[in-house]
């Protein structure tokens, strides 16, 4: 299958939801109205540190999506990339989808001169290890998160 990587297009928004609430229910997030029209504004935005990318299979539908954080950071003077959202339809992995999108971004990596890509998972999220693994070995790092709610005053 012919797989085309390009930026995320307001006409995406469809299938982009489709697969967004895909993505949410894989990692058990409860579906948020609300949030999921801020990521899309915020997707839509050029001034946002927000982009994201989508895999178009060779009859133009849209078979995955990543949304991507561009930040600043301590340790280079060059902008990093946060893979954060990376989702493809399950009819259609296996197909290098997943692949094809990570190398887009490692691609412009090297063209906008950042200083990294990387990405998190869940550790028994297997099948996305093994892909992930054949780009780069785990860093070792544990995610630890606190959330606004959970604080006690």
């Not at 469809?14 to 894989?26: S, V």
């Not at 050029?46 to 895999?55: E, P, Q, R």
């Not at 990543?66 to 959202?85: E, F, G, I, R, W």
Request: contains cysteine; hydrophobic residues 40%; proline residues 3%.
């Amino acid at each position: 299958m012919s797989i085309n990587i390009r930026r995320i297009a307001a006409k995406d928004y469809e299938r982009w939801l489709e697969l967004w609430t895909g993505y949410n229910k894989f990692y058990e997030h409860a579906p948020d109205d609300a949030v999921t029209a801020y990521t899309w504004s915020r997707l839509m935005d050029d001034s946002s540190s927000i982009f994201g990318i989508v895999a178009e299979s060779e009859d133009g539908g849209v078979i995955g999506i990543a949304n991507c954080v561009m930040h600043d950071n301590t340790s280079t003077m060059k902008p990093v990339c946060y893979l954060q959202d990376l989702y493809v339809d399950p009819s259609a992995r296996a197909d290098g989808a997943g692949r094809q999108m990570i190398e887009w971004l490692l691609d412009q990596m090297r063209a906008q001169g950042w200083a990294r890509v990387y990405w998190a998972t869940k550790e028994n999220n297997y099948r996305a290890r093994g892909m992930y693994d054949k780009f780069t070995p785990h860093s070792g790092f544990l995610r630890y998160v606190v959330y606004n709610a959970d604080l006690k005053k």
